[in-house]
């Protein structure tokens, strides 16, 4: 027996050699025909033409829209102000291991503040904010009016011209926070660099507004509570006295008493005593006094937006991007092709269904507007 491949001659065997072997990617199409990188190659050396094209197109969109639609980023970040006066020792501690102590000391936290620069009372306060300034350096021509009509987008009425408005900033705007600095950042996105600043600080000013109006009105119900308290405390401190000089003028000679001693003592304590809560209660009602009528800021501007305009991301990077899907959609599109063709010479079944399946789905299409428009006449007519 021999094996196969092998031959008997004049007592000799011989060995037929080995066919080449030809490496494959691991994958085979429909008809199990193997594809190897020479093919692949081909087929982008036939269609170079296409390929480069889709390059060209995706990669000079891919530049034009960076171009266009990337517009300006201005950035500005702030860090709240604590009031040391009302911090616990708690606090105190907790601010030396890095905490974020606004809580503590019963100020607002960032996330207030975060969610406040980004509501929609603040948003809709800056859209119809008015706003100048030039497009570009160098420019004669100025633009000015609110964001409503700079932006101008479309709507009905005027409150939806507002509303999409509004929609639109919440797009613009981007708060974060950080929690271990205790810093907010506030990011604007504008078509325009100076815009783009202009709306940054009015969110700024914006956020001290309401910030400060909430201090004031803490303040404001914090000195209406401590008069009250003040008035109460006044009223027994006076009583304590009384009862104390009483005391005295019955017993003038009480220090030969022990009894008369130890109740002299009893009401001198209780007026001490009184008197402190009534000074306790007095300052407390000044410092409301001031804090109510107080009208500086309440945040401390670390980064200004002005000057930080600028342009986000890279319009090189983007390009390169374009380039690359181009000339993977490039690739593709000649694969499709060839396998179309293939498909289309072979007459196979498979292409014979796809023929029949566009068919009818390009008739489905092109009947869909008249079925649309006779559903609404239905619809008139009922």
Known sequence: MTEPGEREGHGLITQRPPAAVEYVLPYEDEEGVAVSPVSFLNTLLRHRRLVVGWVFV????????????????????????????????????????????????????LDFYASVANSRAILTKVAEATYSFVPQE?????????????????????????????????????????????????????KWSPLAEQINRKVLSLVNDVSLSQHQAQASAERT??????????????????????FLEK??????????????????????FLQQVYLTLAQAYERATIEEARNTPVITVIDLPEGSGHRPGSLALGVVVGLIVGGVVGALHGIVRDYMKRQRTAESPTYSEFVTLRANALRDLTALPRRLAAIARLGRRS
């Open 58 to 109: 995706c990669g000079g969109t891919a530049g034009l829209l960076m171009a266009l639609l990337r517009g300006y980023r201005a950035e500005s970040s702030f860090a709240p102000q604590v009031n040391q006066t009302s911090a616990s020792s708690l606090a105190g501690l907790a601010s030396q291991f890095g905490f974020n102590v606004a809580s503590l000391t019963g100020g607002p936290t």
């Open 138 to 190: 160098g420019e004669s021509d100025s633009v000015s009016g609110t964001l409503v009509q700079i932006l101008n987008l479309r709507g009905a009425t005027s409150l939806e011209r507002l509303q999409r408005t509004v929609k639109k900033l919440d797009h613009m705007v981007t708060v974060t926070k950080d929690e271990d600095a205790g810093i907010v950042t506030i990011e604007v996105s504008a």
């Open 225 to 246: 509570f401590t008069i009250g308290r003040l008035q109460e405390a006044r009223g027994q401190l006076d009583s304590a006295e009384n009862a104390l000089q009483a």
């Open 251 to 272: 017993n003038r000679t009480y220090q030969d008493s022990p009894r008369l001693t130890v109740e002299a003592g009893r009401l001198q304590r209780r007026v001490d």
